[in-house]
């Protein structure tokens, strides 16, 4: 059988079974369903995309697989260029790679393995932030603040070589100071906390994080699996601060395929780069620069510009604002709103218990969790699509 994720499965409800999916919907065998949360985040561009599907027919009449050990191949490398000069700054070096998860990973041995080469074996600290969300990999959740996800670590006691603080200024000036020779990374996801609940924060705090790595010769690594492309109204939050290290993946391929990517800027690269093998970047996931998802990537990058997703993604910003700004009910805690994303924050998880079955029930998809109802719109919905599915939030605290 199958095994759910972040399910008890003792007690959960039987899943919708999809059939089909187009554009905005999902199709059960009854119904049609307007997708709120893209399949967690990632179909940014909708469902069964005709160009993205094209290019990966086009690429599986050729070959799906290659290894990328000691091979390479086209797509592999005109997705690499193409990122290349499309990344801001010398963010040019891009190490591919199956999951969002896997390529933090990469990312936080990137950055250990920085200041090894360097014979600054003291730098073992990650700095990180409250309500941090970087993947369900042990480290990656050893960086992470989310006991509902990741309480089974508690066991291990307290998490070495990790701190985390919050969102502010004050709190970022004070860790630099106590830990700046120990650490060799501040891992963000910047601008929008995703799975840790929607949080939002100023970009202020984000540039004085480049001061102070600049200053103290930290790391500084942009989790952006789920705020790039588009998502923050942004097209990268590293196109305003950039970072050292930027991870993308969920949109990536469109969400067609899974794929992620960890880009690295030419001083990262360069401490790598030696005649000593020990040097080297010892990773490499079975199915990196898998040339399908390859083909998708490239074909989704290019429909990103394409499709201008900057101005569509200000405009469903605009929208909901006017559907949501305001919106308020005893029970809402705050509502909050960033680009693509709008979120719902109640007091008390049981006010939406149900809220999915009645989404359904007008022709809604959405899975909210623990405290949050929120939308992660794909950004090609009409107006009245969008409206819609404010208008099922709105009706849920009106007849509730
Ligand atoms: C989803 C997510 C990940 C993990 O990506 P997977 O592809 O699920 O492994 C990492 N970081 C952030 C910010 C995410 O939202």
């Not at 941090?132 to 509902?148: C, I, L, Q, R």
């Not at 650490?183 to 995703?194: A, H, K, M, R, Y």
């Not at 970072?243 to 993946?249: A, K, R, S």
Request: charged fraction near 20%.
């Amino acid at each position: 059988m199958i095994w759910y994720p972040y399910e008890q499965m003792k007690t959960m409800k039987k899943p919708y079974e999809i059939i089909a999916a187009e554009g905005a919907y999902l199709y059960t065998q009854d119904t049609k369903l307007l997708d709120s949360i893209s399949s967690w985040w990632s179909v940014i561009y909708g469902y069964h995309q005709p160009e993205i599907t094209e290019a990966i027919c086009k690429q599986a009449a050729k070959f799906s697989h290659v290894m990328l050990g000691g091979l390479t191949h086209k797509p592999v490398e005109e997705l690499s260029g193409k990122l290349a000069s499309w990344l801001p700054g010398d963010l040019d070096y891009c190490f591919f790679s199956d999951s969002g998860s896997v390529a933090v990973e990469v990312a936080l041995k990137m950055a250990l393995q920085y200041y090894v080469n360097r014979g600054e074996n003291h730098r073992k600290t990650v700095l990180a932030l409250h309500h941090a969300y970087h993947g369900d990999t042990f480290k990656a959740m050893a960086v992470g603040d989310d006991e509902d996800y990741h309480f089974v670590l508690q066991v291990y006691g307290d998490n070495p070589y990790v701190v985390h603080i919050p969102t502010d200024i004050a709190s970022l000036e004070a860790a630099f100071d106590r830990y700046h020779d120990e650490l060799n990374c501040f891992i963000v996801e910047p601008l929008l906390q995703g799975a840790g609940g929607m949080r939002m924060y100023d970009i202020a705090f984000l540039k004085r994080a480049r001061e102070l790595c600049d200053t103290y010769g930290v790391l500084l690594i942009f989790d952006e699996v789920a705020t790039g492309f588009g998502r923050t109204g942004h097209r990268f939050v590293a196109d305003v601060v950039l970072p050292d290290i930027l991870v993308l993946g969920k949109g990536l391929t469109g969400g067609h395929i899974g794929h992620a990517v960890t880009v690295a800027n030419q001083k990262v690269f360069a401490a790598f780069y030696d005649d000593a093998p020990e040097k080297a970047l010892m990773h490499g996931p079975t199915f990196m620069g898998n040339a399908l998802a390859c083909a998708a990537a490239k074909a989704a990058v290019d429909l990103f510009d394409r499709l201008d997703v900057p101005s569509r993604v200000a405009h469903i910003e605009e929208l909901t604002q006017r559907e949501l700004a305001g919106f308020t009910d005893p029970r809402i805690r705050e509502v909050r709103i960033m680009g693509g994303c709008a979120c719902i924050e109640v007091y008390d998880a049981e006010t939406l218990a149900g809220y999915q079955q009645f989404a359904y029930e007008h022709g809604v998809f959405a899975r909210p969790f623990l405290k949050y109802l929120y939308s992660m719109v794909p950004y090609i919905l009409t107006d009245d699509e969008l409206v819609h599915i404010f208008s099922v939030m709105k009706e849920w605290f009106r007849q509730g």
